[in-house]
């Protein structure tokens, strides 16, 4: 058994900054890439940023310059560092792995549970 438990979301004004942390655990045997993705009301989920375990990252072209991954391997964690927020990034926001755990060595998607992040005008 495997948990993504995500952290970090709440209220902000635009222009505003938070950071959102999704920690893996359990039965963890190896992480492969990591991500966020968000989903607004009446829209569909889309990929924020990735990174992989060598720590090349991608973003969407709508965070590019604001928003920054990064991953600590030894702690099982990804990080999404969110600056200069703008009311249009409002959404749930999702903590997505590729893992494999030592019960089955299958690599499979995982998701987190979702945590709320609004940006008030």
């Known amino acids: 058994q495997v948990q993504l438990v995500e952290s970090g979301g709440g209220l902000v004004q635009a222009g505003g900054s938070l950071r959102l942390s999704c920690a893996a655990s359990g039965d963890v045997s190896s992480l492969n890439t990591m991500g966020w993705y968000r989903q607004a009301p009446g829209k569909q989920r889309e990929l924020v940023a990735g990174?992989?375990?060598?720590?090349?990252?991608n973003y969407a072209d709508s965070v590019k310059g604001r928003f920054t991954i990064s991953r600590d391997n030894a702690k099982n964690t990804v990080y999404l560092q969110m600056n200069s927020l703008k009311p249009e990034d409002t959404a749930v926001y999702y903590c997505?792995?590729?893992?494999?755990?030592?019960?089955?060595?299958?690599?499979?998607?995982?998701w987190g549970q979702g945590t709320q992040v609004t940006v008030s005008s």
């Open positions: 990174i992989t375990s060598g720590g090349r990252t």
């Open positions: 997505h792995a590729n893992m494999m755990t030592y019960s089955d060595r299958v690599l499979r998607h995982y």
